[in-house]
Nanobody
Framework: QVQLQESGPGLVKPSQTLSLTCTVS??????????WNWIRQPPGKGQEWMGA???????DYKPYLSSRTPISRDTSKNQFTLQLRSVTPEDTAVYYC????????????????WGQGTQVTVSS
């Protein structure tokens, strides 16, 4: 059974770069047919899809975040990583990684495997 686990710092200072890694087990991030996604949920708000890396290695982003949120992967470690640049307190959220099938880009309700989420707080 595929499992995802997020890791990263719980606290980041404003203007810094946040780096989060998702480690995938019992499945490969190069398996044809899937996107590997980052989603966040700020306190008191709904989920926001941020971007994804495909099985091919190509990336897709929510347009207004694209310049701040490069997503990369390390296939040797079966991990994919989100970097969020120039963070502000508005980036405080629980961050999730999740697997989604082709055709469900950005549609979080169709993602079938989720990590447990990691809390990130941006504060000086």
């Amino acid at each position: 059974q595929v499992q995802l686990q997020e890791s990263g710092p719980g606290l980041v200072k404003p203007s810094q770069t946040l780096s989060l890694t998702c480690t995938v087990s019992a499945g490969s991030i190069t398996t044809n047919g899937y996107y590997w996604n980052w989603i966040r949920q700020p306190p008191g708000k709904g989920q926001e899809w941020m971007g994804a890396i495909r099985d091919s290695g190509a990336t897709d982003y929510k347009p207004y975040l694209s310049s701040r949120t490069p997503i990369s992967r390390d296939t040797s470690k079966n991990q994919f990583t989100l970097q969020l640049r120039s963070v502000t307190p508005e980036d405080t959220a629980v961050y999730y990684c999740a697997r989604g099938p082709h055709g469900a880009l950005g549609r979080t309700s169709e993602f079938d495997v989720w990590g447990q989420g990691t809390q990130v707080t941006v504060s000086s």
